[in-house]
């Protein structure tokens, strides 16, 4: 039976373990192998850094990567924020305090624009700090979303006719010069028994965003075995707290056990560690 899907978003803003796995300069969502429908948008992140009133410009690369649909696309802007969890929480433009948005000019013939199948086009966007902030914050964000606004025919995996729209967002990053410390704080590390996990909570106290990686070892103290847990990709934003599950690998034999969570955000003078003592039945 035919039927026609509503307009179908996707946002190519994966929780960043993910991305940080994809090579910078490329960029690119395909909707299925089949009818490879889709736009890539380089880079998947702007890192700006001025005084107030001074303006930076950076370049964005739009390609059409579908095999045969030429595409009609917008430019727009919104707000993003982390949650406990690290996943990103899309808002509307200006509707959070930590905005750049309202900062940000884009050419206007740059704001609407059609890509032919195969076609690029690079999109200039300049920020500009104010020279009056109405807050002494140091670190701002915002989203930079390109939607494609003529949906087309496709078919999804059970054969079905749907309409298939893309969008695809920039995370925008903007700091001022003086701000550079980082710090991040360990607040509390337990062990759950049921769900077989560590649960560690910490906090982003710097001006700064700041992004790392969280290691953990786990010691037998009973017989001195360790076991080195796959390291953690985090990304958190000033006043972030953040909330990480670690879970401990299975079969794990029963004993007293010593975590050891280290704590690596680009800083060698810096890093941060907590331990906890548990016991596994």
Request: aromatic letters at 10%; hydrophobic letters at 40%; proline letters at 5%.
């Amino acid at each position: 039976m035919q039927f026609f899907a509503a307009l179908l978003f996707h946002y190519i803003l994966l929780h960043e373990k993910y991305i940080s796995a994809i090579l910078p300069f490329l960029f690119v969502f395909i909707f299925n192998a089949k009818a490879q429908t889709g736009i890539s948008v380089s880079p998947p992140r702007l890192y700006f850094e001025s005084g107030t009133g001074i303006s930076n410009t950076e370049k964005i690369t739009v390609t059409n990567v579908s095999a045969k649909n030429s595409l009609d696309l917008a430019v727009s802007l919104g707000d993003w924020e982390y949650d406990l969890k690290g996943e990103n929480q899309m808002h509307p433009a200006n509707s959070l305090p930590t905005s750049c948005a309202g900062w940000i000019t884009i050419k206007k013939e740059d704001t609407y624009f059609s890509l032919a199948p195969g076609e690029r086009r690079d999109i200039e966007m300049t920020i500009t700090s104010p020279t009056l902030p109405k807050e002494n914050l140091s670190a701002h964000t915002a989203l930079l979303y390109v939607s494609q606004m003529n949906p087309v025919d496709d078919i999804d995996n059970k054969g079905a006719n749907i309409k298939v729209s893309i969008r695809s967002g920039i995370k925008i990053f903007h700091k001022k010069p003086e701000a550079k410390k980082k710090k991040i704080e360990i607040t509390d590390l337990k062990f759950d028994a049921a769900k077989k996990t560590l649960t560690l909570n910490f906090e982003n106290q710097a001006e700064i965003w700041v992004d790392g990686k969280v290691t953990t070892d786990i010691l037998n103290t009973g017989n001195g075995k360790k076991i080195t847990l796959d390291p953690v990709i985090f990304y958190t934003m000033p006043g972030n707290k953040r909330e990480m599950e670690i879970s401990l690998p299975t079969p794990l034999e029963k004993g007293k056990y010593t975590a050891s969570v280290l704590i690596d955000y680009g800083d060698a003078e810096n890093l941060e560690m907590g331990e906890l003592n548990f016991s596994y039945e």
